[in-house]
């Protein structure tokens, strides 16, 4: 698709154009036309599985089988999908920018696998997992091997595998929270794209980056919960609008 098809704000293209720091949260929505389901919309993973029984510390000592086989359903999942337009366009749009940070709540490891470098995982990613007990990382432990009543353990002490993701009632990474934040001190754009932006504190970046003096705008296909105070609101697909806006800012920096 053409950049001629979006008329996007000048000033949104001036900025990126301009910008020696640029960070960008995203959320399921990115990953959407890739095929991979997100948590709110209709058909999301939340209408078809209880958060409550699955996405948390209880659910798991409860009922570890069925929680790993849910999470190597999500990984074969994930592994069966390409990235989008959308996640190569923030590939291009690093290469352009010298202080680029990607602060993603996705862990479906698509921005790594398109090429992003500077990636911050807020919530952690599907494909890595760790034993509870020992905290081994158990990336050669196949969590898709769990079978019903026979959960995967470690192989060095036994102890239960369980996925590297944030679960409700979690913190989230410390170092990787701390990135995000300094990233949204330094921003002077601020994209926030495909999320529902009500899981904090990831939802309170692009607002916390505007009060540090950020232009945020929001590519969406519906107005999250904070789309009235942002800067921009492009409304749309991601993997049609960012690769259009990646390239109006590659135009306006050769000419300009
Ligand atoms: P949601 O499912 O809450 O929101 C997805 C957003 O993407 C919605 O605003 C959609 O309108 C938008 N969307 C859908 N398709 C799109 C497309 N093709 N282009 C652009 N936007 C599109 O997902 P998140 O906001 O990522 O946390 O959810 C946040 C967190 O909630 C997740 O990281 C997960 C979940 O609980 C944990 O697991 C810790």
């Known amino acids: 698709m053409s950049s001629t098809t979006f008329a996007f704000p000048p000033e949104l293209i001036e900025r990126l154009a301009r910008a020696r720091s640029v960070a960008v949260l995203t959320g399921a929505g990115i990953s959407a036309e890739s095929g991979v389901p997100t948590f709110r919309d209709p058909g999301g993973l939340w209408e078809r599985f209880r958060p409550e029984e699955l996405a948390n510390v209880q659910a798991f000592l409860r009922n570890p089988d069925l929680v790993q086989r849910w999470y190597a359903y999500r990984c074969k999942l994930v592994r069966e999908v390409e990235p989008n337009p959308g996640h190569y366009a923030l590939v291009e749009l ?31 990613n599907l494909l890595r997992s760790y034993c509870i007990d020992c905290g081994r990382p158990a990336e050669e432990v196949n969590l898709e091997a769990a079978a019903e009543g026979k959960p995967a353990r470690c192989p060095a002490c036994g102890g239960l595998i369980r996925p590297d993701v944030v679960w409700f009632g979690e913190l989230l990474p410390e170092e990787a929270l701390a990135e995000a934040y300094a990233a949204c001190e330094r921003a002077e754009v601020f994209l926030s794209v495909g999320t529902s932006a009500v899981v904090y504190p990831a939802a309170g970046l692009p607002l916390e980056a505007k009060r540090a003096g950020a232009y945020v705008a929001e590519i969406n296909l519906q107005p999250s919960a904070i789309a009235d105070q942002v800067d921009a609101l492009l409304l749309g697909k991601a993997g049609e609008i960012l690769p259009a806006l990646v390239e109006a800012v590659r135009q306006t920096r050769n000419t300009g």
């Open 94 to 124: 690093e290469r352009m920018v010298p202080d680029f940070t990607l602060i993603t709540q996705n862990v479906d490891n698509l921005h790594r696998r398109a090429g992003s470098q500077r990636v911050v995982e807020l919530h952690g």
